[in-house]
C-alpha cells in the first residue's frame, strides 16, 4: 500500500521521485523458510521481484486493492540486528 502511495504522489506531480526506505527486525519477512498464510499475498523477502499489477489482499483484516505500476526488486541488507532496504519504482518490464 505505501508504494501504491508513493507511486500516487508522483503521478499527480507532487513528488519527483518515489523513495520508499524500510526498516525491519523480523528476519522471516526477509529470509522466510516457508511462505504460507495471508502475508504472503504480496512478497517482501529478500530477491523477491514484482512487475507491479493489481494485489486484493487484507490488511489489519480488511480488504485492500493495491494496483502498482512499476516494477520493484526486494533487496534486503542486514545491519547488526536490523534488516534495510531502500526502494523505488522501475518501469514495467514487457
Known sequence: ????????YVSLG?????????MN???L???PKQKAGKCWNY???DGFHTDGGHFDTPIGGKEVAIDLGKAY???WT???GIWFMELEGG???A
Not at 500500500?1 to 500516487?8: F, G, N, V
Open 29 to 31: 519477512f526477509v529470509k
Open 25 to 27: 527486525d523480523h528476519e
Open 78 to 80: 542486514k545491519f547488526g
Open 43 to 45: 512478497d517482501i523477502s
Open 14 to 22: 507532487r513528488a519527483h521521485r518515489g523513495v520508499a526506505l524500510v
Open 1 to 8: 500500500m505505501d508504494l501504491a502511495i508513493l507511486e500516487e
Open 91 to 93: 518501469t514495467r518490464h
Open 73 to 75: 526488486s526486494f533487496n
